[in-house]
């Protein structure tokens, strides 16, 4: 189990910053221990390391002023968004101010003959496609959970769609974000492309708050398809489940979704979402275009699943059951933690290239039987990413033990694959060991990134860089 390195303080200037920063915002800064320990706290096993207080900006300008007061004073400032993510990125090893931006959530332009909106960082996806759909446009990067779009530019968030629509990093057209000093920047306009200078948005995006705090983004939008088909099939094993993924992909199938569940999470979906599935694994799958194309596209995806044993294919194309199939999809970690009552669910997730997914994935669920864990695996499949969520007794100390051991061995196994410790998670405190062995030398000039733009350490300090 990773365990949450506590950073020196800074106690006379965290005093000081609270003391100014109270003046200014009154109520609109917290430091009740509860709303405290909620800013800490994410869906991970790392333990809670609260800030010393939670402050509510409405506009770029009062983030501006916060930054400068915590540079002015040293005192560290780490950006919240829904406080989704999984590695611990919105802990407070040093302490400091948590900029909780969830009221910064106005859409400030759509532009529908552009394909692009601004938004402010605290906008969620749900509420943007709310936003969208009476002019047939929608924002494709699904994570499951409803983020926010600055939460998931600072992650690098992908999620279902991303085999089709890619991640983040491919849907922001660009930033304005406030650095380290306070001081307010734009890194990219409405251009669809730009040869000018350094590529700053690729910079912050995956950045984690470690280099600036994201205030706005202009994004890439997408018209809602003519027509939608969702699609399920069930095979004899998990093997042969990723072995007709990787075929659909490479014979060219454009597919929109194509996500795994093995037999305990189709266990799980069931007994959960009301649904009466086979029990054995399952591809969930999305077909976008027209009427003819997606239903083209549905029968090759039969065809292809049909040489390697899939069985009970079924396709739709109604609204209520296809979003009834997808709805269990992105219920799949509370209705997983309905397999062992008062277990604590601890998803990890890795990427490999898309010929070593049956591999791996086969891999990872006999380490988990070895290990005696119960672990059910879900992915993002068409691109080689997947997840598995550890059930785990916390009060157990041989369970955490043997638990830490499974998700250090798939970190290992998935860069010697010649793939990542994470698809999609990013690397908060949880995965710092594995940045190093994957990226090598390449961690140096991020650290020398961060050293020149953030020389006194205040934006998120302890996160995806060793802590020297």
């Not at 494709?140 to 983020?147: E, Q, S, V």
């Amino acid at each position: 189990m990773v365990q949450a390195v506590a950073l020196p303080r800074n106690e006379v200037g965290i005093e000081a910053a609270v003391g100014i920063l109270k003046q200014k915002f009154g109520d609109r800064l917290q430091t009740g221990q509860a709303i405290r320990e909620q800013h800490g706290h994410t869906t991970t096993w790392i333990e809670n390391q609260s800030p010393d207080a939670v402050v509510f900006p409405h506009s770029t300008e009062e983030v501006s002023e916060i930054v400068k007061t915590c540079a002015t004073h040293k005192v560290p400032v780490i950006a919240f968004g829904t406080g989704t993510s999984l590695e611990g990125h919105v802990n407070a090893p040093a302490g400091g101010i948590s900029v909780d931006l969830t009221q910064m959530n106005k859409v400030l332009a759509v532009n529908p003959g552009d394909l692009d909106c601004v938004v402010q960082p605290g906008v969620t996806r749900e509420d943007l496609n709310t936003h969208l759909r009476d002019q047939g446009l929608f924002f494709p990067i699904d994570p499951g959970a409803n983020a926010s779009l600055g939460g998931m530019a600072a992650t690098r968030a992908s999620g279902t769609n991303a085999v089709r629509y890619g991640t983040m990093k491919d849907n922001v057209l660009g930033l304005e974000a406030i650095m380290p000093d306070g001081q307010i920047i734009r890194t990219g306009h409405r251009a669809k492309k730009s040869s000018a200078g350094y590529d700053l948005t690729r910079l912050l995006i995956g950045a984690e708050g470690t280099l600036g705090i994201i205030t706005e983004l202009t994004l890439r939008l997408q018209g809602i398809p003519e027509a939608i088909t969702s699609a399920r099939c069930s095979f004899p094993s998990v093997d042969a489940a990723c072995q007709a993924v990787m075929m659909t992909i490479q014979y060219g199938v454009p597919v929109a979704r194509i996500e795994l569940l093995d037999e305990m999470s189709v266990q799980a979906a069931n007994a959960y979402s009301g649904l009466s599935l086979p029990e054995t694994p399952l591809l969930l799958l999305e077909f976008h275009g027209s009427e003819n194309g997606a239903v083209e596209q549905s029968e090759t995806f039969n065809q292809i699943a049909e040489e390697f044993g899939g069985t009970d294919f079924a396709a739709t194309s109604t609204t209520e059951e296809r979003n009834k199939l997808w709805q269990a999809r992105h219920d799949m970690y509370w209705a997983s933690l309905q397999l062992r009552p008062g277990a604590r669910g601890i998803s990890t997730d890795v990427c490999v290239p898309i010929s070593r997914l049956a591999e791996c994935v086969t891999a990872t669920q006999d380490k988990a039987r070895e290990l005696g864990l119960m672990a059910p695996v879900v992915g993002h499949v068409g691109d080689g990413n997947f997840h598995s969520l550890l059930l785990i007794d916390m009060e157990n100390a041989d369970e955490v033990s043997k638990a830490d051991e499974f998700v250090g061995w798939l970190n290992d196994l998935a860069i010697s694959m010649e793939g990542t410790c994470t698809g999609e998670h990013g690397i908060g405190q949880g995965k710092q060991p594995y940045l190093v062995k994957e990226l090598g030398p390449a961690v140096t000039y991020m650290t020398a990134i961060k050293k020149a733009l953030d020389p006194d350490n205040i934006m998120n300090p302890g996160k995806i860089l060793p802590n020297d």
